[in-house]
């Protein structure tokens, strides 16, 4: 049972923030434009995002998406291209000036942020921005249970190891061929991380219903070295695929990323998966490296992308 006061304090706060960040009027992150656009103009900051994952991001419909990006275009900070691997898809990037104007945004929100920082003690700052991200966290998995009746939880839980296994196993070698090799090395690492899942820079995250695990994310704090948190494991079954189970994951591990203060972020993965590198490029994650490797069993295109501590 949550208390009653607590949610009182919560509530009293949030109406608080919405009124003296601007979200009732006036000049908002120091623009004209509307909370709406400045959020948008966010998100694709790190280009290779389409209309559909902003509407879901922003909780937009899509009709007020198309509105809110033909006025962007037009005001000639939006770009509007094709991805070339489906035609159908619009991917959106900003122009020189959509750059100039969300770097502006970002002096802004960040002189807003400290001249109220500075009202407080270390501790207290540390303490807000901890709160902040854990209250944004549950707020993200109660929406994704709301939506799609999957609870995301954290740490282990029995059966973890042999079911994100099975979901690595089925889903690579349908996709991608991948046989015992592959399977053997993914059940092993997994062995060997959740010995170490007491170390409080590591942990991991599962989506599941009715009790049975249907996606999974890991970061590993450890074995890429002091400030590199490494993100493995990541899936997200068929079943669940479009429903956000796979952004509110990604969002909780790099929420807990961020908590702790690791610098950089690491992952390897290959060419193809171009659903998963979305996801990773809409969260600063940028293609640090790329060459044929063979250590999942078949030759592919081994890609690591690294996301820098925002």
Request: glycine share 12%; charged share 25%.
């Amino acid at each position: 049972m949550v208390p009653e006061d607590s949610i009182d304090i919560i509530r009293t706060a949030s109406r608080q923030l919405v009124r003296e960040l601007g979200f009732m009027g006036g000049d908002f992150a120091g623009t004209t434009l509307p909370p709406s656009a400045v959020h948008a103009l966010i998100e694709i900051e790190h280009g290779n995002v389409t209309a559909r994952e902003l509407g879901a991001r922003l909780h937009l419909e899509k009709s007020s998406v198309s509105r809110l990006l033909r006025k962007l275009v037009d005001a000639g900070d939006l770009h509007e291209g094709e991805d070339k691997n489906d035609a159908r898809l619009k991917l959106l990037s900003l122009t020189a000036a959509g750059r100039e104007r969300v770097a502006a945004i970002h002096r802004f929100a960040r002189d807003q942020v400290a001249s109220a920082l500075v009202q407080l003690t270390p501790d207290e700052a540390r303490t807000v921005g901890e709160g902040l991200h854990l209250y944004a966290g549950a707020l993200t998995g109660a929406a994704t249970r709301a939506e799609t009746g999957v609870r995301v939880e954290e740490g282990y839980r029995p059966g973890l190891i042999a079911r994100i296994t099975e979901m690595h196993a089925l889903y690579y070698a349908r996709t991608s061929g991948f046989g015992q090799p592959f399977e053997s090395v993914v059940a092993s690492g997994l062995s060997e991380f959740c010995g170490r899942l007491h170390h409080a820079a590591n942990g991991v995250w599962t989506v599941s219903r009715n009790g049975r695990i249907l996606g999974s994310v890991a970061i590993d704090g450890q074995d890429m070295g002091d400030g590199i948190a490494h993100l493995r494991w990541f899936i997200v079954d068929d079943g669940l695929r479009g429903t956000g189970s796979g952004k509110a994951l990604l969002d909780a591990a790099l929420a807990f990323v961020d908590a702790q203060g690791f610098a950089e972020t690491h992952l390897w993965t290959f060419s193809g998966l171009h659903a998963a590198r979305h996801l990773y490029e809409a969260r600063g994650f940028v293609l640090a490296e790329e060459h044929p490797g063979t250590q999942w069993g078949n030759e592919v295109l081994e890609q690591r992308f690294v996301r820098l501590r925002p």
